[in-house]
């Protein structure tokens, strides 16, 4: 499956921004979908993740660390999934990632992630 990241960007400290992924191929229901970041200098962590439809989409997972300020959903009428990212911190900065796999991986892992976007620039910056 082709994911595609968009809505990254440019905010101010405690500001807000909504990640969307999104696939040309109509079936990303078909999939776990998970978020992940990349700080500069920083290995790969996992943020959250949500089943796929036929394991209940609307049940998440978040790494401990990203509990509170992060909300994945997914919209499948729409294709697309999404992190709601509130209240942004500098260390926030980093290229965000959607992955799908048949299941979510033990976060803040990423191991049994199968298909990767390619990522959206997140910089949290006064």
């Known amino acids: 499956v082709q994911l595609v990241e968009s809505g990254g960007g440019l905010v101010r400290p405690g500001g807000s921004l909504r990640l969307s992924c999104s696939s040309p191929e109509n079936n990303l229901d078909l999939y776990a979908i998970g978020w992940f970041r990349q700080a500069p200098g920083k290995e790969r962590e996992g943020v959250s993740c949500i089943l796929s439809s036929d394991h209940g989409d609307h049940v998440t997972y978040y790494a401990d660390s990203m509990k509170g300020r992060f909300t994945i959903s997914r919209d499948n009428a729409k294709n697309t999934v999404y992190l709601q990212m509130i209240s942004l911190k500098p260390e926030d900065t980093a290229v965000y990632y959607c992955?799908?796999?048949?299941?979510?991986?033990?976060?803040?892992?990423?191991?049994?992630?199968?298909?990767w976007g390619k990522g959206t620039l997140v910089t949290v910056s006064s």
């Open positions: 992955a799908a796999a048949w299941g979510c991986p033990s976060l803040p892992g990423d191991y049994g992630m199968d298909y």
